[in-house]
């Protein structure tokens, strides 16, 4: 018998738990969800259970940061904090992403945040759940459906995409963008890259666009940013939510 939407929820409650008890620290939605969902994937991956520790080790504001901090360094490819001796509470991350390193928890947690993150993370499916056991009578047809998880995102694809821009004189290849990307977050989670198509005349393309197949990869990928900044084979590459708009010129 496959599990339901709301069993999934219920086998979750400590993860959730541990995401809201950082939101309510300070941190922010999306960099709390990455960094729980970092946690997951190691519990799932060695073993290691550091999510029931989320909720007792990390008492302040401070430790929140600190975690959530020291998850998006492995996530976006900053050097690994270094261990040092931590004041008052926390949790370090230090040792427990198994082998494989960076990329390999990169792709760990897109695959979380695809999978049954899509529910651990959702408001609004918690706030049905708690109504629900609150108030009891018949379980809501959302939370009583089979959980599959999806292939791809029924979100558009627009936001599923991120829009880049190249360093003046410096473009990529659709094919360097691509590799770039599913090097760090897994096979498969490109849809598309496109370029721009008319460039002024006697210069190279400046910018463009790349679409995954889940949403959640290009939030990942900007870890609760408006912009960030990407080294891809020592060329800079800037991202940042791709925004639909009219008259925009032709990419390709």
Excluded at 194 to 203: K, V
């Amino acid at each position: 018998m496959e599990p339901t939407v709301r069993d999934v929820l219920a086998f979750h409650r400590v993860d959730r738990a541990a995401y809201e008890h950082l939101v309510s620290l300070g941190a922010g939605r999306q960099p709390a969800r990455d960094a729980v969902a970092l946690l997951m994937w190691v519990h799932h991956s060695v073993g290691v259970d550091a999510i029931a520790s989320v909720c007792h080790e990390v008492r302040t504001p401070a430790d929140a940061v600190r975690l959530v901090s020291d998850a998006l360094a492995v996530l976006h490819g900053i050097a690994w904090p270094r261990p040092h001796r931590r004041q008052g509470g926390g949790m370090p991350l230090a040792g427990l992403v198994p082998g494989g390193g960076e990329p390999r928890a990169r792709r760990g947690v897109a695959g979380v945040l695809r999978g049954v993150g899509a529910l651990v993370f959702d408001d609004r499916l918690q706030a049905l759940l708690r109504r629900h056991e609150k108030e009891g009578g018949a379980v809501p047809a959302e939370l009583a459906a089979p959980y599959r998880p999806g292939d791809a995102d029924e979100e558009g694809e627009g936001g599923r995409s991120l829009f880049i821009t190249f360093s003046k004189g410096f473009p990529l290849t659709r094919e360097e963008i691509s590799a770039y990307f599913t090097e760090r977050w897994g096979e498969g989670c490109v849809e598309s890259v496109m370029i721009e198509r008319a460039p002024p005349l006697g210069e190279p393309p400046r910018y463009g666009r790349v679409a995954f197949r889940w949403a959640s990869v290009a939030e990942a990928v900007l870890g609760g940013q408006r912009l960030v900044k990407l080294l891809v084979n020592g060329r800079q590459l800037w991202a940042r939510k791709y925004v639909p708009k009219p008259h925009q010129p032709p990419l390709s």
